[in-house]
């Protein structure tokens, strides 16, 4: 599993509001390419946003169901990325006397990506959420 983290400087429910504006998504997410549709519900528990992962005009179009919702606290979300496979994304808010640290916890679940080692798997995910949350941080801050 990779563990990443960052302090940014907002509230936990200025991060929140980003996390919950699914139209974001592609905004701070490495790899999400475009956004064709947010359900209604999200962030809810069993929503969805509908993506296109990759580079054009290699786009695959896959989702990312909420596995679990704990508003200004914790997202659990499954992101599929077909063929690779699909990954098991935490996202946790914490107040802090900076702002809020945000940590992401991620680790490939089903697909071909299971067949990276795990050290391996470790190092690319944690690479790719450094730029999330660097991105992330951009997007609330600039909000703030």
């Known amino acids: 599993m990779s563990h990443n983290s960052r302090v940014i400087s907002a509230s936990p429910a200025q991060v929140w509001d980003v996390l919950a504006d699914g139209w974001l998504y592609p905004l701070?997410?490495?790899?999400?390419?475009?956004?064709?549709?947010?359900?209604?519900?999200?962030?809810?528990?069993?929503?969805?946003?509908?993506?296109?992962?990759?580079?054009?005009?290699l786009l695959i179009d896959d989702d990312t169901q909420v596995m679990a919702s704990v508003p200004l606290e914790r997202l659990v979300l499954r992101a599929r990325g077909w063929p690779a496979g699909e990954a098991s994304v935490t996202i946790t808010?914490?107040?802090?006397?900076?702002g809020?640290?945000?940590?992401?916890?991620?680790?490939?679940?089903?697909?071909?990506?299971?067949?990276?080692?795990?050290p391996l798997r470790a190092v690319a995910i944690g690479w790719r959420n450094v730029e999330t949350l660097r991105r992330l941080a951009y997007v609330v801050e600039g909000r703030a």
């Open 28 to 57: 701070w997410v490495v790899g999400a390419s475009r956004l064709r549709d947010v359900e209604p519900a999200w962030p809810a528990e069993g929503s969805r946003l509908h993506h296109s992962v990759g580079a054009w005009p």
């Open 100 to 118: 809020t640290r945000v940590d992401i916890r991620e680790d490939a679940v089903a697909g071909p990506g299971r067949l990276v080692p795990k």
């Open 93 to 98: 808010l914490e107040p802090d006397d900076a």
